[in-house]
């Protein structure tokens, strides 16, 4: 996507509209407009109140006529639509059309950068590589989630300082819990999906050793997610046990409170070096997204993509309901048909399983992306597919599946933001960037997590939260390429210890949730 242009410098409303291609039929306002005012850029007068974000008719559309943005149908107009009226739901309306899905006609050679960038990492034994050294209390079902949480906050140094005090290279001891494990098909795809979860989060290069803790009678029997991720209990790397062996609550947690004293001696002699940005394995998500996620923090972010593709390293783009209607986009960017076939048949199971359950993927987008200006599916993922640069499209994985290829690559999930980062990390992700328009609070244990503001106003009120403004492009203060060079060199200073916002806050234990598909019984 190139960069907006705006209202013509000189002009009583200069900046005050943002035009992303000629061919479209809406331009986007940048701050709210009254009736009478006149974009002199667009020789346009504006008719009826404009909310910040929201989309203005540049010439008069007739019913059932499509309407474009990024020179894309983002819907069908629903009754006669005025030149200067507001477009928004109340007129704009889903389009059903085909889509050219040209695979690969768009696909290039990489431009690699001749020194690849660096970063200071944690090399672990095996050669995996981490962003940060965090011990991880895991658990197979519900039932032990409660002691998970008490053997972690033991060890906690806002409540007990002592704790870590002589472990000053261990990042913190961390319990991620969930609320399954049972009541499941012991065949089906929902304990699959469940433990290649929890397996991909036990081998994570971000995690020096991991406890896992079980109740003991579950149908998530510990043994099977260890076999799913071909893994064993390894000491000290990796521990498992159960409330119902180790005789109860109380015996649980002194139990595992040992264990994890044992495992901080070798965590803590963990060290950083410089390694090349090749290692870094970055997920890609946005959230509370508004009228200028498209334009602004989601091509910042694939700026930002497309100079880490270049370094060598990896960015995984999900959430499959929020590609839907740009997915033909990514097609021509595969770089094969088999790859781009892949992403299709992930978006066909997607309609078929929201049909079996009386669903559509046309729900979204939410009530917060509408009032920032989002009225259609259509609209949100044109905007969403920006976060992933302009690169090739190399591989398609499923749920949580280890990501292993180089390059940007498209993982399916939920739109739903934390159960899709848990996949993308589960993948391999020790490093999250996250776009949001509304404000977004989110972190990702044990992978930090950047957040990156749409638009100033949100900036400013919620700095607090946020780790970069990108708001800069819409106030015509700076361009997409400017601050994707920013994020790519905060990505690097996150990836070598730098606290992201989130992390400072504590976010990232209670955003861990796996994604949960088939019957419980």
């Known amino acids: 996507m190139s960069s907006p242009t705006l209202a013509t410098p000189g002009s009583a409303t200069a900046h005050a509209v943002i035009r992303l291609h000629p061919n479209d039929d809406v331009v986007i306002a940048t701050r709210q407009l009254v009736s009478g005012t006149r974009i002199d850029a667009e020789d346009l007068v504006v008719s009826g109140l404009i909310p910040p974000g929201h989309k203005i008719a540049t010439r008069a559309i007739t019913k059932g006529e499509p309407v474009k943005r990024y020179n894309q149908i983002i819907g069908v107009a629903r009754e006669n639509i005025a030149r200067g009226q507001h477009v928004h739901v109340q007129n704009l309306g889903m389009a059903d059309f085909s889509r050219d899905h040209a695979f690969g006609v768009d696909q290039h050679p990489t431009a690699y950068t001749g020194e690849p960038a660096h970063f200071m990492g944690i090399r672990r034994d095996d050669g995996r590589v981490a962003t940060r050294n965090y011990i991880g209390v895991l658990t197979s079902v519900n039932c032990s989630a409660t002691?998970?949480?008490?053997?972690?906050?033991?060890?906690?140094?806002?409540?007990?300082?002592e704790a870590l005090a002589d472990f000053?290279?261990?990042?913190?001891?961390?319990a991620l819990t969930h609320g399954l494990g049972c009541g499941i098909d012991m065949q089906g795809e929902g304990i699959r999906?469940?433990?290649?979860?929890?397996?991909?989060?036990?081998?994570?290069?971000?995690?020096?050793?991991?406890?896992?803790?079980?109740?003991?009678?579950e149908t998530n029997q510990i043994g099977g997610v260890l076999e799913a991720g071909g893994l064993r209990d390894d000491k000290p790397r990796l521990r498992?046990?159960?409330?119902?062996?180790?005789?109860?609550?109380?015996?649980?947690?002194?139990?595992?409170?040992?264990?994890?004293?044992?495992?901080?001696?070798?965590?803590?002699?963990?060290?950083?070096?410089?390694?090349?940005?090749?290692?870094?394995?970055?997920?890609?998500?946005?959230?509370?997204?508004?009228?200028y996620s498209g334009i602004s923090a989601n091509p910042v972010l694939g700026a930002a993509v497309d100079r880490l593709v270049q370094n060598g390293g990896t960015a995984i783009l999900s959430e499959t309901p929020e590609v839907y209607g740009a997915e033909h986009l990514l097609t021509r960017r595969a770089v094969s048909r088999e790859v781009?076939?892949?992403?299709?048949?992930?978006?066909?199971?997607?309609?078929?399983?929201?049909?079996?359950?009386?669903?559509?993927?046309?729900?979204?987008?939410?009530?917060?992306?509408?009032v920032g200006g989002l009225t259609t599916i259509l609209e949100k993922s044109l905007g969403a597919v920006a976060k992933g640069g302009t690169t090739n499209l190399v591989e398609v994985y499923e749920y949580a599946q280890p990501v292993t290829a180089k390059g940007f690559v498209f993982m399916d999930s939920p739109g739903y933001d934390p159960m899709s980062a848990t996949g993308q990390v589960a993948s391999g992700a020790n490093l999250i960037c996250f776009?949001?328009?509304?404000?977004?609070?989110?972190?990702?244990?044990?992978?930090?997590?950047?957040?990156?503001?749409?638009?100033?106003?949100?900036?400013?009120?919620?700095?607090?939260?946020?780790?970069?403004?990108?708001?800069?492009?819409?106030?015509?203060?700076?361009?997409?390429?400017?601050?994707?060079?920013?994020?790519?060199?905060?990505?690097?200073?996150?990836?070598?210890?730098?606290?992201?916002?989130?992390?400072?806050?504590?976010?990232?234990?209670?955003?861990?949730?796996?994604?949960?598909?088939?019957?419980?019984?």
């Open 193 to 217: 999906i469940l433990r290649r979860t929890l397996a991909g989060y036990a081998m994570h290069p971000n995690f020096a050793s991991v406890l896992f803790v079980g109740l003991g009678c």
């Open 435 to 521: 776009t949001t328009g509304r404000g977004s609070a989110y972190g990702c244990a044990p992978s930090p997590s950047l957040k990156l503001a749409t638009n100033t106003p949100l900036w400013e009120r919620q700095e607090d939260d946020m780790d970069i403004n990108c708001g800069g492009v819409i106030d015509g203060t700076a361009s997409i390429n400017e601050l994707g060079e920013a994020v790519f060199r905060m990505m690097l200073d996150c990836a070598s210890g730098k606290p992201s916002k989130s992390e400072l806050h504590g976010y990232g234990q209670n955003e861990f949730v796996p994604w949960q598909v088939g019957v419980v019984t």
């Open 168 to 174: 000053p290279n261990v990042d913190g001891v961390i």
């Open 240 to 291: 498992s046990f159960t409330i119902q062996d180790s005789g109860g609550t109380r015996k649980t947690i002194e139990h595992g409170i040992a264990m994890v004293r044992e495992m901080l001696v070798d965590a803590n002699r963990a060290t950083r070096e410089p390694l090349p940005a090749s290692h870094i394995v970055v997920g890609l998500q946005c959230g509370g997204s508004d009228g």
């Open 147 to 161: 002691v998970a949480r008490a053997i972690a906050d033991h060890f906690r140094r806002d409540v007990h300082p």
């Open 340 to 370: 781009g076939e892949k992403l299709l048949a992930r978006i066909a199971w997607w309609q078929d399983y929201c049909e079996r359950n009386g669903a559509a993927l046309d729900n979204n987008p939410s009530a917060g992306n509408k």
